[in-house]
């Protein structure tokens, strides 16, 4: 054969790169075969150089003979790979079959996260109970029966009057309530603390809500407390979670149980203010509520106001989240689509 004069093994080549393909054993050794056998210093590469040599007929038949062999080992490296290689002979069967290692969902690391930042600005953890009495989710609140603020904290109520009538909380607000009375039945004012927790509300799931979601409050009750104690705590709060840079700013707001009451807001940070579906064209999302605790809260457990003075904070922990990995629709959180949680 015409072939045979300039040493082109053309069968030999091929036989040995079919062996080497189905002996891979794995993703990384078949790609090592690839290269091998078909990548630039291959024996196939190095023969397609040799064809020069040849006269015009030869060289035309060794030149097909050679696509002919590339075609046949591509496609065969192709088809193992879309095997996705069998591994039963080189990971052990115990191996194989342990499940995958997850992880925390985003909203658990996210609620950490920010319990380690309130830690490191000298604030305790505290929780509370989700099933609360009317007692603490409002009226010791400031939200006495048939007050027009009931209307934004809808819920399911487990138990409706006698004893008590018991819902499952709107806010974590009640954990404020529950702290002062220890305290004052203690003796352990002032307090610090951040209070993260489930909330439960008739909303209807949309990009910024979720029907059951989760709050971390906070309450400082010490004397000589001002608002501009409460504005200082939240910028540094800001910037320790979203980084320097993210703009912040409270304005002017209504809540029951704080006087003055201010909404806390963020740059949205999906449009950086640009305005989008998320932040509902405006460029800025609510994170939270705050203010200085109303003296109605106060007396309410029973501590003088003439002596003590505290700010309240509440914000949603799953926004928090939202905003500081740029996530369009809250929706996602409660999807358990693997492709989305496994990126956090
Ligand atoms: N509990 C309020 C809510 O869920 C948020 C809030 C506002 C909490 C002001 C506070 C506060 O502690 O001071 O809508």
Known sequence: MVTDNLDLDIDGIA????AAIAGARSTDALAQVETGYLGKRSALTRAHRKLGGLSPDARKEAGQRLNDVRTRLESLTEARRADRLDLSEVIPEAVRSAPARGHLHLVTQARAELEDVFVSMGFTVAEGPEAESDW?????LNIPPAHPARGMYDTLYLDIGEPETVLLRTHTSPVQIHLMEKAVRDRTLPIHAVMPGKCFRLDTPDA??????NQIEGLVVDRDITFGDLAGTIQIFTEAYFGAGIQSRLRPAYFPFTE???EYEITCTLCLGEGCRTCSHTGWIELGGCGMVDPAVFAAVGIDWSEWSGFAFGFGIDRLAQMRHAIPDM??????????????
């Open 331 to 344: 929706r996602s959180f409660m999807e358990n689509d693997i492709r989305f949680l496994s990126q956090f």
């Open 208 to 213: 910024r809500h979720l029907p059951v979601f």
């Open 260 to 262: 003055p009451s201010a």
């Open 15 to 18: 036989r040995d790169g079919e």
């Open 136 to 140: 603490y989710n409002f009226e010791a």
